[in-house]
């Protein structure tokens, strides 16, 4: 079968529970002393009929540079990319926000992101197929393991895929630091949203700006505006799981 | 002199402007199309009547591994640290928001912090000498030139730093998800606070948390819950942002 691998004990761990990421084997280095990480990967292999091995710690790295696997890695399949059609059509009638990528081109941002929007809820991650990093290794290991608990749609233009939602009914928002209004004079509970963040340098698109409902800017302490694109996008995210947060405190009063 | 080296064309820019680091030199490579950012290089330079010199590319790649150096490599004083003693007296009577790292390991999430605080107008960091990384050359190009724009304090305890914080009429707040108040339900804007981050893994150590006044944790909307480290101070320090925006708002009305 076509391969890649993730590594570290907290990833395999993640993929291993997720238990929607074909494993193909899974080595351990015979160096390193077992701790509960490593038994609690024997156990769910054994669960789940995933074949383990030990191996030399040489050996696996060869397979990661700089030997950050912490003597864990799994050989598994790529990851299934899902169509946004099959998206739109699952949580029909009910609200999946979805975040957008432009053109994000650095793995540990798009990971760190990744991991973000799976704690906060968003249902799908939209990226482009050239103009920005796809799902790799290090995608994978930034991620923590997030990438198996969330649809990962990979488009040829995100253009068509904005227009798809928007038919859809969904709202879409782009992070823009020239905008008018701050991230937090959005309402994002009273609506199924599309958060688009730009590339780290260039921003988003003139294109994609033009389709959107709402264009929102984080507002800023001083005069240096440079936040990190993984960092822009948590705290948006986690704008919208602030006030869905308090609704529900407020019904339970 | 001391030395050590920055690199990529923001990063020298903002030490560049700041005008609180100190040059030894600028290296361009001479294979590196000139664009706009180069020539501001090359004047800001000029200026401040610091050397720069073209070098072939390979030199720059003997110096920054994978050739992550955009053209640019400077060779600068390290950071001068900033003793704990000289911010408070600096700041004495108004308000500095602090944040404290607790073992925080990866140079990219201490660079990414520095970042965030600078944009959200934290007024110092504080890192231990041991347990966490310092300031390098990966947090500094991480960081985005941010380094320069902000206090940082060098302590080799913690619970030193943070008991005198406190004699200082700062309060202490740690980010812990096993806490029961939201990040979102503490108003930022009413204090001096001191926000401790911890480590990756292990959290913040148990002699901080007794000394805290506030602990705080992210809501999350599934069960997910595994934030990198600098998306959830991002988020916290942003909520405070936000707070303090929503004031002023409401004072111009």
């Known amino acids: 079968m076509d391969e890649m691998i993730i590594y570290g004990k907290n990833s395999v761990i993640e993929a291993l529970e997720s238990g929607n ?7 351990i280095s015979n160096n ?4 509960t990480k490593i038994e ?34 799994a050989q598994i399949a790529p990851i ?3 169509e946004l059609e099959d998206f739109i059509e699952e949580y029909k009638g009910e609200n999946a926000p979805v975040v957008i990528l432009d053109g994000v081109e650095d793995s540990h941002n798009v990971g760190a992101i990744i991991r973000s929007c799976v704690c906060a809820g968003i249902k799908g991650i939209i990226l482009p197929s050239r103009r920005g990093a796809l799902v790799n290794s290090t995608v994978e290991k930034t991620s ?17 895929a904005i227009q798809k939602l ?3 009914d969904w709202w ?10 701050n991230h937090y004079e959005i309402d994002y509970t009273d609506m199924n949203f599309a958060l688009i963040m730009g590339a780290e340098h260039a921003g988003i698109s003139k294109s994609l700006l033009k389709l959107s409902d709402f264009k929102v800017k984080i507002p800023m302490l001083t005069k240096f505006n440079s936040l ?26």
Chains 1, 2 share one sequence.
Not at 21 to 27: D, P
Request: aromatic content about 6%; glycine content about 4%; hydrophobic content about 40%.
């Open 40 to 73: 609690q990967i024997k156990v769910l292999s054994k669960q789940r009929g995933i074949v383990f091995q030990f191996v030399a710690k040489e050996k696996l790295n060869l397979l990661v540079p700089e030997g950050r696997h912490q003597g864990v890695v």
């Open 144 to 160: 923590a393991g997030a990438t198996s608990h969330i649809s990962i749609i990979k488009t040829n233009s995100l253009v068509n």
């Open 32 to 35: 390193s002393h077992s701790d």
């Open 21 to 27: 990421r074909e494993f193909n084997k899974i080595l």
């Open 80 to 82: 299934k990319y899902v």
């Open 228 to 253: 990190n694109v993984s960092n822009a996008a948590a705290i948006i995210m986690f704008e919208y799981v602030t006030q869905v947060a308090k609704k529900r405190e407020n019904k339970l009063r």
């Open 166 to 168: 928007k038919e859809n």
């Open 172 to 181: 879409v928002i782009a992070s823009d630091h020239h905008a008018e209004q």
